[in-house]
């Protein structure tokens, strides 16, 4: 009887042992397929992922090659659904795409893409953000060497294909594509980019200081040029834009002095009121050196570039010197061609619009033509829904009557001159102004200036780059390169 309890004893232990060995190999095996379940389901999403990404780089070299299709060379709205095969051929799923296009104004495209693995349901979503960014990269960019002198106060980057001399406050880096240059004002030589005020920078060959009183985020100097080809927005172009079939608006030549175009807003719509100008005021003692008027002055001071020196005002009271044309609503595409001079002021509201100043043909410097702003010009908005663009053939001006404290809210471009006031000696009305505030960037292919070291002109320049005219420009502003680059990726899911 005892030796058979003793084998019953051992039968149960091998039944326990063999109860927990069953159950640790069941919960092993489970465990087991679990982890290849869960590695195949991660393998599977990540492969849709894959097919997802091939989505948005498919369409981004879509974009190189037609910038302006966003219907996937196809006249229906999405979404465009296509194949994906591996190198051998085999069908590993397709991605679903749909592209949203730009809205006015701005070159922002965004494509989302969902890619679905053939042999499941799992699906990946991914959404990447392009755009072409506008000419408006920078607060100011010249073609030419700059002066910036005490009391200019900038925020954002600057860039001159010149050497820069630069006295006020900078925020954001300056950078020029010069190691050294010659400063045309005084003869010497200097580093690509240097100041003078306080202590004076060293000359080349000694290192150069770190002045973060000056340039509070630095100065780079070689850079590479800026390519001034974009400047040239393409007069012709924005002449056929500015057609009625285009959506735009033309003003042929008024047959006078310019035109007047000054906006306003109604019951929140923005429209402009145009006039033709019919007079300009003349300098005190005109064509007399007195005023700055003669040839020594416009080679000395203003640069033997600057043709059309005058006062660029209309003549005071400007109502009995200007005739109203009538009252016209924004373009629908935004942009007005001016075959003429053109004055610009007034305030816009909810509204995206470009004045361009231009004569088709012309090679003649002194009779460009250009835009001027003698009283404020702003926005309603500063949120990017706001914009104004002003390109001149010639020089984007404040003439001699302008205000004494002057906002500008918008992107200057001249063409083939420059933005800034001409010299206006102490013997003219209004030589010397307060303060001149500009709220969005310049790009001049010619020195830029407001102010002159007799303290003439604008005795404080504060320039606030509007970051909103890199992607959102006004209509059809000139561009700096014409591809798209990322500026944003995010996974949906």
Not at 19 to 35: K, P, Y
Not at 233 to 243: F, P, R, Y
Not at 251 to 263: P, R
Not at 428 to 450: D, E, P, Q
């Amino acid at each position: 009887m005892k030796i058979n309890n003793e084998k019953g004893d051992i039968l149960i232990s091998v039944i326990i042992f063999a109860a927990i060995a069953v159950t640790v190999i069941v919960g092993l095996t489970n465990w087991g397929a679990a982890m290849l379940s869960g590695i195949r389901n991660v393998a599977a999403r990540e492969q849709a992922l894959q097919i997802a990404e091939a989505g948005v780089d498919y369409y981004q070299w879509h974009l190189a090659i037609a910038p302006t299709d966003y219907k996937d060379s196809t006249t229906t709205p999405g979404p465009y659904i296509h194949q994906f095969y591996d190198k051998d051929g085999n069908l590993l799923g397709n991605y679903s795409l749909t592209i949203m296009p730009p809205p006015t104004g701005s070159t922002v495209v965004t494509i989302r893409s969902v890619g679905t693995l053939a042999t499941s349901s799992i699906s990946r979503t991914v959404e990447e953000t392009l755009a072409i960014p506008s000419l408006a990269k920078y607060a100011v960019v010249a073609n030419d060497n700059m002066r910036f002198g005490e009391g200019t106060e900038v925020f954002g980057p600057i860039q001159a294909n010149g050497g820069i001399h630069f006295d006020g406050v900078a925020h954001n880096l300056i950078s020029s594509a010069q190691n050294t240059y010659t400063d045309p004002d005084d003869g010497s030589n200097q580093w690509g980019v240097y100041t003078t005020l306080g202590t004076d920078d060293p000359h080349p060959n000694t290192p150069v200081n770190n002045r973060p009183d000056v340039f509070m985020a630095g100065r780079q100097f070689p850079v590479p040029a800026s390519n001034f080809v974009g400047l040239t927005a393409g007069l012709t172009t924005l002449q056929n834009l500015a057609q009625p079939a285009a959506g735009g608006k033309e003003w042929t030549s008024s047959g006078a002095k310019g035109y007047h175009i000054v906006f306003k807003v109604t019951g929140g719509v923005t429209s402009y009121d145009i006039y033709k100008v019919n007079a300009l005021q003349d300098p005190p003692t005109a064509g007399s050196p007195d005023c700055g008027d003669d040839a020594t002055a416009r080679t000395q001071v203003n640069g033997p570039q600057y043709y059309q020196w005058g006062t660029w005002s209309i003549k005071t009271p400007v109502s009995s010197n200007q005739t109203l044309i009538g009252n016209y609503p924004i373009p629908s595409n935004g942009v007005i061609f001016v075959d003429d001079h053109v004055w610009v002021d007034g305030q816009i509201n909810d509204a995206r619009v470009t004045i361009v100043a231009g004569l088709i043909g012309n090679t003649d410097p002194t009779k460009n033509a250009n835009i001027t702003v003698n009283s404020d010009l702003l926005y309603t908005n500063y949120d990017g829904s706001d914009v104004i663009g002003l390109i001149a053939q010639g020089n984007v001006n404040v003439g001699m009557l302008s205000d004494d404290n002057l906002q500008i809210d918008g992107a200057l471009v001249a063409e083939k001159g420059r933005v800034g006031r001409f010299y206006y000696n102490t013997n003219c009305t209004n030589s010397s102004r307060n303060s001149l505030t500009l709220n969005g960037m310049i790009a001049t292919y010619v020195r830029y200036g407001f102010a002159y070291t007799d303290n003439t002109g604008y005795v404080t320049r504060i320039i606030n780059y509007d970051a909103d005219l890199l992607y959102a420009p006004p209509p059809s502003f000139p561009q700096a390169t014409t591809q798209y680059q990322v500026i944003s990726w995010k996974q949906i899911q």
